[in-house]
């Protein structure tokens, strides 16, 4: 992705996430990272080395998604939200709220552009 991005919005962002992670190292702010995962028995495995000849199997069973909406600082810190069914805007936003009650001082979260993590 990095022939689509904007250079000059990507080095303002860069300065300003290193701008973030300083204020949070002299204990200014606390500095959080979002992002989610997915979890189910049933595992992708688009491509494999295999000996020639021999086939890869991998055990699978059905299961439901699990989703994981965490927050992370640089400290590993972890807060974790676990959600079964899609994950949405609407989602992402309650758990934020979430974590934002949890809070003890001025946080500046950190999160990609994913479309769910937008809403217009």
Not at 7 to 12: R, T
Not at 76 to 92: L, M, N, Q
Request: hydrophobic share 40%; glycine share 4%.
């Amino acid at each position: 992705m990095r022939s689509k991005r904007n250079p000059h919005l990507f080095e303002q962002s860069r300065q300003q996430l290193a701008t973030l992670i300083e204020q949070s190292k002299q204990k200014e702010i606390d500095l959080f990272y979002f992002d989610e995962s997915g979890f189910t028995l049933e595992p992708c495995v688009p491509y494999a080395w295999q000996p020639r000849g021999k086939t890869i199997e991998v055990p699978c069973a059905k299961s439901k998604r699990l989703n994981v909406l965490g927050f992370v600082n640089r400290e590993c810190s972890f807060t974790s939200v676990v959600f079964e069914g899609t994950v949405t805007t609407a989602v992402v936003v309650a758990s934020i709220d979430h974590f934002i009650s949890t809070l003890q001082r001025q946080t500046a979260l950190v999160m990609d552009n994913a479309s769910i993590h937008k809403s217009f």
